[in-house]
């Protein structure tokens, strides 16, 4: 449970930054490639630590692919191969990342904040049920009561009145839900048949993908930046790569099922509290709600 409030912390702090930065004329794209290219440095900076044995040669290509029906059957991947299966989901994971974040930005400035992240984070429901579905990760009749509150109070938080009104659903909605939920549940995947001690080396793929894209991008879209930018960008790419690795730890020890909407649940609760105490916002009237609904599937859930 202890990393479930990690992932939760981590991921409030990366608000933050975002909250204070709101408002101000500076370079989102730069930000966003210097976040994903310190997410890599700090990723890098575990691996070392950690002292791992990374083959990419000849031999771990050929140990992957003779071990992917053992795997399938429901085995882990030997220290050999689990290089080359990182380095494969963590590429098509870091291309989710990106999408994801383009479909975001373009969601908010076309229909809003509030439908944007209600479908970023409605992706959840995808590892949910393929997690039941594929690894038999069923919870309890009780527990069934949490998730069904926590997805709730997910999308009534996320959710505005006025735009709900006049809301048809777009390509880019729905590039937030499939990218959202792909991504998590490839985290999942790599936590199931991986090794977890090589979840930094996983990380440093999937955001090294993710940079390289974004880098392309930035400087296919010129604009100048500053000191702002770049500490910005630092600092959410600390807490970004925290996040990932928090939230992997805690599949490892809970069921996907638990782990999603405990952590969106969380999220919730502690970005409102922030916004409260630190931030001085008034809570509306259905965030009230959200959060109210979103403490029980806690209470519930652990």
């Not at 608000?15 to 930065?21: E, R, Y």
């Not at 290219?37 to 890098?44: G, R, Y």
């Not at 949910?128 to 009780?142: G, K, Q």
């Not at 409260?276 to 609904?293: Q, S, T, V």
């Amino acid at each position: 449970m202890i990393y479930i409030l990690l992932t939760v912390l981590a991921s409030t702090a990366m608000a933050a930054i975002f909250k204070i930065t709101e408002g101000k004329d500076l370079n989102r794209n730069f930000i966003t490639s210097v976040n994903y290219l310190a997410a890599v440095f700090v990723s890098f900076a575990f691996v070392i630590r950690a002292n791992l044995e990374i083959n990419l040669g000849i031999d771990a290509f050929q140990s992957f692919f003779s071990e992917l029906s053992m795997v399938l059957q429901g085995g882990i991947f030997s220290t050999l191969s689990i290089s080359i299966y990182a380095l494969l989901l963590g590429a098509f994971a870091g291309i989710l990342y990106f999408v994801g974040l383009i479909a975001m930005q373009i969601s908010v400035r076309n229909y809003g904040a509030g439908i944007s992240g209600m479908f970023s984070r409605a992706g959840m429901i995808i590892p949910i049920l393929l997690s039941i579905v594929l690894w038999s990760e069923i919870p309890s009749p009780f527990q069934w009561i949490g998730i069904f509150l926590a997805i709730v109070g997910v999308l009534v938080a996320n959710l505005q009145p006025e735009a709900a009104k006049k809301f048809t659903i777009r390509l880019t909605l729905m590039l937030q839900f499939i990218t959202g939920g792909l991504s998590a549940l490839i985290s999942k995947t790599f936590q199931i048949y991986g090794i977890i001690e090589y979840r930094n080396f996983f990380l440093l793929i999937v955001f090294g993908s993710a940079f390289i894209i974004s880098a392309i991008y930035t400087y296919k879209t010129p604009k100048t930046w500053g000191k702002a930018e770049l500490i910005a960008g630092i600092l959410v790419g600390v807490f970004n790569q925290l996040t990932a690795t928090f939230l992997l730890l805690a599949l490892n020890s809970l069921p996907a099922p638990i782990v999603y909407p405990m952590t969106s649940a969380g999220s919730i609760i502690f970005v409102n509290i922030m916004g409260i105490a630190i931030f001085k916002e008034k809570i509306k009237k259905h965030e009230l709600i959200a959060i109210g609904l979103t403490i029980i599937a806690v209470i519930i859930l652990s």
